[in-house]
């Protein structure tokens, strides 16, 4: 064998040295663009909002004085974006429940309601405060008050009352759920319920649009109003990331212009006396 083809040889025996000893482990430029891939997943996470249907509150992804609202809020939430879907009130509920969104938008807090039976909790920093209006028939006006002593003295309650759908274990009364405002205020009209409970802005949209002057206002309460999350380890992860970006938003100069679009103070009128 001559010279030539010894050295052809020993090239050989090197380059397949070479391949089985370090080919396992070398990265390609593809395994490491794939490794960039995983760490920028592992790094951020966007976060879903199901938000209730409301007219003129959230319309659509884009249009309602609360969409505003959480796509400010999303400037604050650094980690990923804040996508926003939109459902009826107890499916939107239902969402957060079950895992398919990290938080519901809107919901309110009540104290005299303990969280731990509820199948939700809240986000620990509120949104703001929401007034609640007990919406009753002219015929027969009816109170907190008479609320109150009706739960007092136990019994089968004497009223029927509609609230939001998906919500209804948030009153210390029975509730018939409802996720149609102009429906529950259609039969409250035609004495068909005994009154119905929603806040106070939602509900005043469609009552003027409906020019219904057999409605009577009164005034119930005022909550917390606040986003609602699931239970558990993963739930308290997510109250801990909105916590933080309500906080950053609180502070900011558009808070207080953008809030004052969605939920004000009482409004003390009656449609009786509008002319309608």
């Excluded at 025996?13 to 990265?27: E, H, R, T």
């Excluded at 939602?202 to 057999?214: M, P, S, V």
């Excluded at 409605?215 to 986003?227: I, P, Q």
């Excluded at 558990?232 to 212009?257: N, T, V």
Aim: aromatic fraction near 10%.
């Amino acid at each position: 064998m001559n010279r030539s083809k010894i050295m052809q040889i020993v090239i050989i025996i090197i380059v397949i040295m070479a391949i089985s000893c370090g080919g396992g482990s070398k990265k390609t430029d593809t395994d490491t663009m794939e490794d960039a891939s995983v760490m920028s997943r592992d790094d951020s996470r966007d976060l879903k909002a199901s938000m209730a249907y409301l007219p003129g509150l959230i319309e659509t992804e884009n249009k309602g004085t609360f969409v505003d609202l959480v796509k400010e809020l999303d400037k604050y939430y650094t980690e990923g974006n804040i996508i926003i879907e939109i459902y009826p009130l107890a499916r939107s509920v239902e969402n957060v429940i079950e895992g398919r969104a990290d938080f519901h938008v809107p919901v309110f807090r009540n104290p005299a309601v303990p969280e731990d039976p509820l199948p939700y909790q809240t986000v620990t920093e509120s949104m703001g405060s929401v007034v609640f209006i007990l919406y009753s028939h002219v015929d027969n006006k009816i109170t907190k008050n008479n609320i109150d002593a009706a739960s007092a003295q136990g019994g089968e309650f004497p009223y029927e009352i509609e609230a939001g759908g998906g919500l209804e274990t948030s009153f210390p009364f029975p509730i018939l759920p409802t996720n149609d405002i102009a429906s529950a205020f259609k039969k409250l009209q035609n004495k068909r319920i005994d009154a119905f409970l929603w806040a106070q802005e939602e509900a005043d949209i469609t009552l003027k649009d409906l020019k219904l002057n057999e409605v009577w206002r009164s005034y119930y309460t005022t909550f917390e109003d606040c986003l609602l999350i699931q239970k558990g380890p993963e739930g308290d992860k997510i109250d801990a990331i909105l916590s933080a970006a309500l906080k950053k938003l609180k502070a900011s100069d558009r808070y207080e212009e953008l809030f004052a679009k969605i939920h004000l103070p009482f409004d003390d009128w009656q449609p009786s006396e509008m002319g309608w």
